[in-house]
């Protein structure tokens, strides 16, 4: 599954990796925690087709465990830093913490990270939840509704 959204966008998202669904039908965030990934954006004012969506491994590992290192490693080098290339996005919303391990570079836990931007080898990033904890814990999500209520600033001032 490489992702979903226009050629250029101004923002990415980055997940952690395909669940059962996302494999299945080959698109990102389509299934429960899609949903929820749909409402966090239409909360914001972003529409699902202005962004593009992606993961940080493109296949789901065996037995729905995190993505190894040195798979982060191969699908960072491999897709990931291509697509970013390609799409160009002003800002690279990462959610949860293995795409922050992956771009970041970061074992920081990510309560202490979340919400504030990054900027590394020229990119902006913004550290945040994964849907799927928003969906568990609800001080989670509503951390997850003010950082996406934050790109609506950044879409609306560009900075």
């Known amino acids: 599954m490489p992702g979903e959204g226009p050629a250029i966008a101004p923002f990415m998202f980055v997940g952690e990796a395909p669940g059962a669904q996302e494999d299945a039908t080959g698109r990102p965030f389509c299934g429960r925690s899609g949903r929820f990934f749909d409402d966090l954006l239409d909360h914001a004012g972003l529409d699902r087709g202005a962004v593009f969506v992606t993961s940080s491994v ?14 982060l490693r191969l699908c960072r080098e491999a897709w990931l830093e291509r697509q970013v290339a390609c799409v160009g996005p002003r800002l690279i919303v990462l959610m949860g913490t293995v795409p922050v391990r992956q771009m970041l570079g970061r074992t920081t836990p990510l309560k202490s990270l979340r919400g504030t931007p990054v900027r590394r080898a020229g990119r902006m990033f913004l550290p945040t939840y994964h849907p799927a904890a928003g969906m568990r814990f609800p001080a989670i999500a509503a951390a997850l509704r003010e950082d996406f209520c934050r790109l609506r600033i950044h879409a609306e001032t560009g900075r």
């Open 58 to 71: 493109k296949c789901r590992p065996p037995g729905n465990r995190d993505p190894r290192v040195d798979e």
